[in-house]
């Protein structure tokens, strides 16, 4: 297809696939109008046509701001899940490639057709709308995993409650903030939960960004007693580990700088 004609058609079908879930005022024969399950799969339909065209970003499909635009595109998600028979829904995580995009401080969402690879980690970065800068500064975000728990055991969704049994220890043992606190450090944002996670799972990294994760999580050794107790149970058992860094680390927690 010349690419002219492809983008006139998918200019049409983002057209049709904007107003394709609004209500519909009454009308004589409204009985024979579609009812949201055969609306999403309307919408769902539209959107596949118009990918076997072109690529799109959720900014051309709902036209708004981009924090609009992903809330949308995730409202646009909940429906489909919600509305759609398990099939339709899980084809469509089979059939479209998502990919989290950023340009000037503004966060987008790319879609085209293809297999989709395994979901990166999350890009805080993107997230937050922010670059790292690796000030060391602790940014609090509101209580993420407390509203997912919260939600998991109002909905009775199986996977979130697969999730919160994951996330069960951490919480019990104090930990449920600790996956609000973003520091922005010299690898960028992580949280400390995020931290310690790693951290129990260090044995699986390269040397170097063994090291790199031992100097992340020294920062938090103040906040967090349990993560620094993890860094020091590590580095009784990592051959790798330079005197210095060891000598380095050990002094920064056992004599803390005003700054700590």
Known sequence: MPSAMRTEWTDLLVRLFRPAMSPRPPRAFGDYLP??????????????LALCADDIRVSRLFGGDDTH?????????????????????LGMLDLIRVDRVRRAGRIDVSLSLGSPDEPPPVDLSWLLRMDSDGDARVRMLR???????????????????????????LVAAGLKEAGAEMRDSAGGFASALNVLMRL????????????ELYRE???????????????LDRLTTDDDAHPDLVAEILDEIWNPSPAA
Do not use: K
């Open 200 to 211: 129990g799972v260090a044995e699986s990294m390269a040397a170097a960004n063994r090291m």
């Open 143 to 169: 209580d993420p995993i407390g509203r997912l728990r919260q939600e998991a055991h109002f909905t009775c969704d199986f996977e979130a409650d697969i999730l919160q049994h994951v996330l069960d220890p």
């Open 69 to 89: 635009n992903v809330e949308a595109w995730r409202d646009m998600c909940l429906r489909w899940r919600s509305e759609s028979a398990a099939g339709g829904w």
């Open 35 to 48: 009812r949201h399950r055969s609306l999403s799969v309307y919408s769902a339909n539209l959107l596949l």
């Open 217 to 231: 999580a020294l920062a938090w050794h103040d906040r967090h007693p349990a993560i620094a107790r993890s860094l």
